[in-house]
């Protein structure tokens, strides 16, 4: 009887997992990439796409769904940085707009509704892995930053 019970509570899990499951987050994901040049310097370049596709596969895994469309919310990451003589500093930002509407003039705006921003310097060496590294933590904190906002809405 204990067996019996105890496959029953396994075949409920996935159903109850699948009813608390909650609608999808549709955006768009932005990633602006700015390296300021010295000679040689794209040697150490972010490579965007590939930045892309991870940011969009911790979105996916998270519930949220990454469209090419305008008119959805947007998540940019920007990255700007800029070489030394042995180290690159680098300014890492995520950001997250959406439709907001002005109370007084009743005008619909993109607003930035959550930011994170971080300030890096590393080797040039370990330039690539830092960045993509930090870029990570900030796509990360907005997820669960905003499953918390989801769960104090519902």
Known sequence: MKR??????????PIALL????????IRVDVEIVELAEAGFKDYGIEK??????????????????????DLPKF????????????????VQGSFYEESTIVHTE????????????????????????VQDEAINIVNSFISDYQ?????IK
């Open 4 to 13: 019996i019970l105890i496959v029953l509570a396994l075949l409920a899990l």
């Open 76 to 91: 940019l990451l920007h990255i700007k940085s800029l070489p030394t003589d042995n180290t690159i500093a680098t300014f």
């Open 107 to 130: 005008k619909t705006i993109w607003a930035i509704t959550w930011t994170q921003t971080n300030i890096i310097a590393c080797p040039k060496s370990a330039y690539t892995k830092t």
């Open 49 to 70: 796409s590939l930045l892309t596709d991870i940011i969009t596969k911790n979105f996916a895994a998270a519930n949220i769904i990454v469209k090419s469309d305008p």
């Open 19 to 26: 009813c608390t499951q909650q609608n999808p987050l549709y």
């Open 148 to 152: 918390r906002r989801e769960e104090t």
